[in-house]
């Protein structure tokens, strides 16, 4: 990937801030889900009804699964929020956290004649903040701001001066 590529300080400032926003949402999911007692995905996955239904419900019907889902959920978010706060292997973050919320997205999307006992803030058709939140990863994975302003660029620095 071409890292020498140059953005004005507005297009920077708006990639870092969106990497920073994103990552601070992403990291408090999964610190608020560590600090609630017994947390579990159980009550999510046995709402899914649209296309990963089907693993959604076998997940919840295997405890072993379920505990292994909701160790690699909490841990998972916290990994990504951390490595896009500080811009630290950005693009695996932005990947990972953009295939996991798409995931999400894929247990329970807004999808007409589809209803969820778990209410929600707004009304949504098809785009919801979940698949917004997924794009918004995927742009991050394409323009990796970490190379330019993060420890992915210290870490770059460093080991090209040692070689």
Known sequence: MNTN??????QLVSLVALRIIVGWHILYE????LLVPN???ANFLNESQWILSGMA???VSNSAVLNTVDFLNVWGLIAIGLGLILGLFTRTASIAGALLVF????NN?????????VPTEGSYLIV?????EAAAL?????????????????ISRYFNKTK
């Not at 999964?30 to 889900?33: L, R």
């Not at 999307?109 to 006992?117: D, L, N, T």
């Not at 919801?128 to 917004?132: F, H, P, R, V």
């Not at 394409?142 to 993060?150: A, D, E, L, W």
């Open 109 to 117: 999307a807004p999808i007409i004649g589809i209803e969820y006992s």
């Open 30 to 33: 999964g610190v608020s889900k």
């Open 5 to 10: 590529k140059t953005y004005s300080n507005v």
């Open 39 to 41: 947390w579990t995905s």
């Open 57 to 59: 419900h076998w997940i």
């Open 138 to 154: 995927f742009v991050l994975f394409v323009f990796p701001t970490g190379k330019i302003i993060g420890l992915d660029a210290l």
């Open 103 to 106: 995931v999400y997205y894929l």
């Open 128 to 132: 919801s903040k979940t698949l917004i």
